[in-house]
């Protein structure tokens, strides 16, 4: 790798545009994820707004989406759905996949394994450019007269084949597709560089088993997108076809009011089992770096090992490998064999075994810790419990018996919020506040960060508990209204809690964003090594360099835990400190 | 357009304000020689400790307040379907299981948060792992866990493998609305194809009538464009439309030709399997699901566009119901909408119900209504538009009511197969095909 990097004065452009720079990168995948995020939440606080008022009429819906989407200050009910679409869409894909991995996996593998950079810093640059082209799309097509896709975010033909279903299966449809496909190509090249780059260019001394939680994370991860993207890039590439080619891959037997379609001998089945392939590895391509980065946060603000490393090793390979096998569990009610039905009940509830050793593991990583209760620390710990209180009801949803009275009603949209969407939001926020420093060369403002936190937890639970209940009264999920059914009525009470805690959860976020960007450029400097940290991250210079050391890249002697080792004066003992004479490693 | 400036300007200005209060701080921060922003002190972590065991009230007492007021069905009382019953039970197994797991492990986290924050004083134990302990925690949950296996398949299979032969009844799913058809004296439904699928046969049921109609409709439509292609076309047949709309027409015309085609080649296999096709003599189709308390039913489920899900919410019943395949569900309701609307509970919840209706009734200017008990079937899968408006209602009876129902057939929205009875129009109307 090029040690003469500093003689060459870089443009505008190769520093912070076109850059190849892995630091630079992540910090490119970040800001990107936060505009992107800001979208997606703003989305659920307007969709929400009809959720609990469905009879006022709301001018800044009108405003802000146009005359189109909410005519009078009523939202329609296509863009309702297009609205719910989207916004998860963005929220899986583009926040949490994009923006989460693409964030830190670019910005700590390399730092943390003790690498100049990314294996191919030109895969790299490509990869975030098509990221950045597939959010463009993506969000683009909020502002077309028919509408974005509209079938929900798993897009299940055929609603969204034809556009005579609804409007959103035209252009918006298209455009859907047509991002996810570049998206698909930028996490194959993202993911395949990771992969790489932790096995191939780790430093001296930095086996597999002294790299950090937060390493292993990101490299599972990464194996679980390089297998499971691919095919959902075939089901878009299949649902591309059936829309435009005339074949019949997802259609049979359907009418349409022009009369019967030539369409036979496909299944929209096909269809939910090629996504679901994906789509369930995904969740854990959502949670592991979240879970990562908070095993890491957590044991160095506890100033404590991580309780049980390589049990927690081993729990992440188990759950990487158990998704895999699981993706049935979204389909107990397509009509496929009750025998299948079964064993994906197995499957699915053997996944909820590591994941208890994980909570347990964290758990007792802070008991008789001496924790610092940094705001990174405190979304930690808002993790593990959303990790918990998400985890225990998804052990319903697993089963297939029980699924018959949970399928698609709000119980599913709380489960899954809590368990996926929070823990792993408040991973990232945990893992922002955490390595901000490294990423600016600043700090963050504490106290901001410490409100910010508390109403985030507050708000998110608030949302999200009481759409159980909702559930468990049997309300489907994504209806634009729940006033046609009297039976409902009795939850109206409920929604609007919903909807004001949402209200207040998303406003919050100003404060994250004000705190963000005021600090990159009038935040304190930031120290050296902030968090009295072990790993390697820690000792490149702040100001940042290509390269990321300015001399050699420094051996590694320990795994990244040693916090309050008895003995050492200090208490914590970076990985670059070599053993004592007679010292066990572990 | 000044709301909205207003709006920026105002938004704007927060933001400066951010800024210039954000500058203050900083500096008192500097002048009181403070520290970083890094570190935290001793004042900051007890707070933020305290706070924890605070949430932990809170967040557990949201959830106390919720499961008194909402309770664990909220508001679909008891299964009205003998299945349905068991599926209450095991749900309640697994509660049992999960909440004493949830309130320990939230507690413990929230308490160790609380009760071990930093202090200089302090330091923390180095505790890097315990066999023993992780062995416990893998092997506890795997118990519990293979418990919730055992019930759950076996309710599942239950429910899944039922053999009992109950009155089959076909619910057609379509955008945005269901029709039910009951099979008749035989218990057989007379097939169905949806090629035939027209305005006057919505299922696409397979009868001599229903085949005659359909090409009838596909002659008239084909000779509608056949004229229309003529009319346009000059002395020297060419056409005097835009290329793209008569190769439309053309397409058009290939395809309804094409689907004559293939119709035909249905017509060989009724002659050789009429016995299929003469079940539907005794088929009724109507827009309310009656159903006879104690009798075993065998739901068949097909759509006409796209998937939808047929959700039986007090029956506790659900599956997907897919273009191009059938699937099927068997329940047996054991509550009738009348016993129902008499329990306490009912009565009780729905006496709030009317309130909380009447006075969103008067705040909207519609008419005031009294709301009562009715079994509903709902669409529980994004199919669109009106998904959230697609519903039919359930009336479970004794078999006396049910037969008084569907002999006499008040409302006449039905539609029956054997020749002259056929009473379409409302039908036609009601369905909005």
Known sequence: ?586 | MEGKFIIIIAVALFFIALVQLMKIYDLAAKVRGAKSQEKMTRGENMLMANLMLVFMVVFFGFIIWLIAKYGANAGLYKAASEHGQELDDLLMINWYIILPVFFITNSLLFIFSWKYYHREERKALYYPHNNKLELIWTVLPAIALAIIIVFGIRTWNGIMYNKEEGQVIEVYAYQFGWLVRYAGADNELGEANYKLVSSTNPLGVITDQSIQDTYNEIDTKVSGIDSELKENRNSNGDLLMPKSKADKKLDELERLKRRKYRIEAAIDKREANKTAYASSDDDIVVQELHLVKGQPYTFIFRSKDVIHCPWLPHFRAQINSVPGMETSFKLTPTITTEEMRNMPEVQEHYKNINEIHNERKRRIGEEEEKVLFDYVLLCNKICGAGHSNMQIKVVVETQEEFENWIENNGDKKRLTFSGQEVNWSETKEQASL
């Open chain 1, 1 to 586: 790798m090029a040690h003469d990097h500093h003689h060459h004065k870089e443009s505008f452009i190769t520093k912070y545009i076109f850059s190849q720079d892995h630091k630079m990168i992540g910090k490119q995948y970040l800001l990107t994820a936060i505009f992107m995020g800001a979208i997606g939440i703003t989305l659920s606080a307007l969709f929400r707004m009809k959720l609990g008022w469905p009879d006022t009429q709301f001018s800044i819906l009108e405003s802000i989406l146009g005359s189109d989407a909410a005519p009078d200050g009523m939202l329609d009910s296509n863009w309702y759905l297009g609205l719910v679409t989207l916004h998860g869409t963005i929220m899986v894909f583009f926040v949490l996949t994009g923006g989460l991995s693409g964030t830190f996996s670019n910005l700590l593998i390399p730092l943390q394994v003790g690498a100049r950079d990314m294996a191919s810093g030109l895969l790299n640059m490509i990869a975030y450019w098509l990221f950045f082209i597939s959010s463009v799309l993506m969000a683009a097509s909020l502002f077309i007269e028919t509408g974005p896709a509209m079938a929900g975010w798993t897009v299940y033909p055929p609603l969204s084949v034809l556009e005579e279903f609804q409007p959103g299966s035209g252009l918006g449809m298209t455009l859907w597709l047509l991002s996810m496909t570049v998206f698909i190509a930028s996490s194959l090249l993202g993911g395949i560089n990771y992969i790489v780059t932790i096995l191939n260019l780790r430093t001296k001394g930095m086996s597999m088993t002294r790299l950090p939680l937060t390493i292993w994370a990101f490299f599972i991860t990464a194996i679980l997108g390089v297998l499971s993207f691919p095919v959902l890039l075939s089901a878009a590439v299949l649902l591309l076809m059936d829309r435009g080619f005339g074949t019949s891959f997802y259609m049979s037997d359907i009418v349409t009011s022009s009369g019967a379609l030539d369409a036979t001998g496909g299944s929209p089945i096909l269809y939910e089992h090629l996504f679901w392939f994906l789509g369930h590895p995904e969740v854990y391509i959502i949670l592991l770096p979240a879970l990562g980065m908070t095993s890491e946060i957590i044991s160095t603000c506890s100033r404590k090992p991580i309780f049980g490393y390589r049990a927690m090793i081993g729990s992440m390979l188990a759950i990487g490998f158990l998704s895999f096998i699981v993706w049935g569990h979204h389909m107990f009610l397509t009509g496929m064999n009750p025998f299948l039905g079964g064993v994906f009940t197995f499957t699915t509830l053997l996944i909820a075994i590591p994941s208890a050793v994980k909570a347990f593991n964290y758990i007792t990583t802070i008991w008789k810790g001496n924790v610092m209760l940094t705001p990174a620390m405190l979304f930690c710990i808002g993790s593990v419990s959303t990790f918990i209180s998400g985890g225990v009801t998804g052990i319903i949803l697993a089963d297939s018996a029980l699924d018959i009275s949970q399928h698609d009603t709000y119980f599913v949209v709380g489960h899954f919020h809590i368990v996926m969407g929070m823990t792993a939001i408040l991973g990232m926020f945990a893992g922002i506040y955490h390595w901000f420093p490294k990423m600016y060369g600043k700090s963050m403002n504490k106290r901001m960060g410490m409100v910010h936190f508390w109403i985030t937890i507050v708000t998110g639970y608030g949302v999200f508990l009481p759409m159980h209940f909702l559930g468990e009264g049997g309300l489907p999920r994504r209806y634009y209204e729940n006033t046609n059914f009297p039976m409902f009525d009795h939850f109206l009470d409920l929604n609007i809690m919903i909807s004001i805690f949402a209200t207040i959860g998303v406003l919050a976020q100003v404060i994250f964003f004000f705190n963000f960007f005021y600090s990159i450029f009038r935040g304190p400097k930031a120290s050296l090594n902030p968090w009295n940290a072990n790993t390697l991250e820690w000792t490149t210079p702040i100001e940042h360099v290509h390269g990321n050391w300015i001399g050699e890249i420094p051996t590694v002697h320990r795994w990244p835990y040693d916090y309050s080792k008895p003995g050492k004066e200090q208490d914590f003992v970076p990985q670059t400190v070599p053993l004592d004479d007679n010292e066990e490693e572990h």
